[in-house]
Each structure stands twice: as structure tokens, then as C-alpha cells.
């Protein structure tokens, strides 16, 4: 069974760079079955996508966040990332890294636990 | 404003059925496929249903998914009072992003 590890700091300086690893154990991180995507959850509130990249290539972003996210994949070391530049408060949230497989038509099967990020000063 | 709307609450006794609508546009749910998640308290979200109505391995068939036009259901049938949770409904759009519903609080009374 895959699972998800999300890794990173807890806390980040506003104006500041979050970056989040999610490791992958249990299975391959390479078949080109796999997309593996960023969603984030304010305390309280509902959730929100970020993005998803495809092991086929392609990468989708939030539009609203588009100019500071980079998500990426590497296979060598079982690990995809989240890099969102210029961190406000309102960045502030639990975020999840998730699976899914070709034909779940773009649903997460497999989530990582959530990590908590915080933006303050 | 979540993209995908849905009640902010619903109720049932042990045993009922209940439903939780989830309404879009053209562009998302009249054009591609629905999910459904569900969210215990304190816990990551887990996939209830892809494709409109089909469940991955697991998930109990009390749970269902449908779809007609820009609107998506999901039911619930012989409810428990573990089914207490958040439900959110999810499609992509086609304006190359995946959306949301804002939620629908889920209490088994």
C-alpha cells in the first residue's frame, strides 16, 4: 500500500518561500500511472487545490496561485515538492500531499497525514 | 466563495437515508467527472467516490454517487454515527484547475 509522508517547516516568515517534501513508500513514484497533487486546508475551512503533476509530464496549477507554485517530481528520490513563493498569512493551513491513479479521473486515492504551516512573523 | 456549492449542513437518525447535493456550471461538473470525500474530524480527506458514482476498493456501497447535468449527489443509506464527518464534492474544470465544494457538516443525531 502507498503511503505519503509530507516534510517541511512548520513555521514561515511572510514574504518567504514554503518548501514541502512528500516522500513515497510502498510503491513506485515512477509508473506513468500516477499523478501526485498539493491540497491545502485552513483551520476551519474547506479545501482548497493547488496543483497536480502527471509522471507523463504535465503540470496544473491553482490560477490563483499559478505565479509562485512549483511542483515537481523526483523520481530518484521517491519524492515530489511544493515550492510557493512570497508567503502571506492568508497561506496559513494544513497542506496535504496526495495520489491518484489514471483512472480515478482525477481523484486522491492516498493522502500523507497533513502538515501544518504557519506564516507569521 | 467555493467554485462548487453545496449545503453547509445535514442530518439524519441511524438507519436513514440522506443525501448532499453539490451544485456547478457547465464547466466543471456538466463537463467532467465528480468526486466525493469524505472528512472524519482531525483526520486527511479519503476518496468516497470517482467518476460520478464509482466507489475504490473499501468504501462500503451504503455510500452512492450520481450525476445529472450540472448537479451531483451523494447518498447516504443505513446511516451510522461514523458517517459523522465533512463531505466535500470535487471536479476539475475546464479551465485546467480542480475546484471544490465548500463542505456539507454531516450529523447523525
Known amino acids: 500500500q502507498l503511503r505519503l509522508q509530507e516534510s517541511g517547516p512548520g513555521l514561515v516568515k511572510p514574504s518567504e518561500t514554503l518548501s514541502l517534501t512528500c516522500t513515497v513508500s510502498g510503491g513506485s513514484i515512477s509508473s506513468s500511472r500516477y499523478y501526485w497533487g498539493w491540497i491545502r486546508q485552513p483551520s476551519g475551512k474547506g479545501l482548497e487545490w493547488i496543483g497536480t503533476v502527471y509522471n507523463s509530464g504535465s503540470t496544473y496549477y491553482n490560477p490563483s496561485l499559478q505565479s509562485r507554485l512549483t511542483i515537481s517530481v523526483d523520481t530518484s528520490k521517491k519524492h515530489f515538492s511544493l515550492k510557493m513563493s512570497s508567503m502571506t498569512a492568508a497561506d496559513t493551513a494544513v497542506y496535504y500531499c496526495?495520489?491518484?491513479?489514471?483512472?480515478?479521473?482525477?481523484?486522491?486515492?492516498?493522502w500523507g497525514q497533513g502538515t501544518v504551516v504557519t506564516v507569521s512573523s | 466563495q467555493s467554485v462548487l456549492t453545496q449545503p453547509p449542513s445535514a442530518s439524519g437518525t441511524p438507519g436513514q437515508r440522506v443525501t448532499i447535493s453539490c451544485s456547478g456550471s457547465?464547466?466543471?461538473?456538466?463537463?467532467?467527472?465528480v468526486k466525493w470525500y469524505q472528512q472524519l474530524p482531525g483526520t486527511a480527506p479519503k476518496l468516497l467516490i470517482y467518476?460520478?458514482?464509482q466507489r475504490p476498493s473499501g468504501v462500503p456501497d451504503r455510500f452512492s454517487g450520481s450525476k445529472s447535468g450540472t448537479s451531483a449527489s451523494l447518498a447516504i443509506s443505513g446511516l451510522q454515527s461514523e458517517d459523522e464527518a465533512d463531505y466535500y464534492c470535487a471536479a476539475w474544470d475546464d479551465s485546467l484547475k480542480g475546484v471544490f465544494g465548500g463542505g456539507t457538516k454531516l450529523t447523525v443525531l
Open positions: 467518476s460520478n458514482n
Open positions: 496526495t495520489e491518484g491513479i489514471l483512472g480515478l479521473n482525477g481523484g486522491f486515492e492516498i
Open positions: 457547465s464547466s466543471n461538473i456538466g463537463s467532467n467527472t
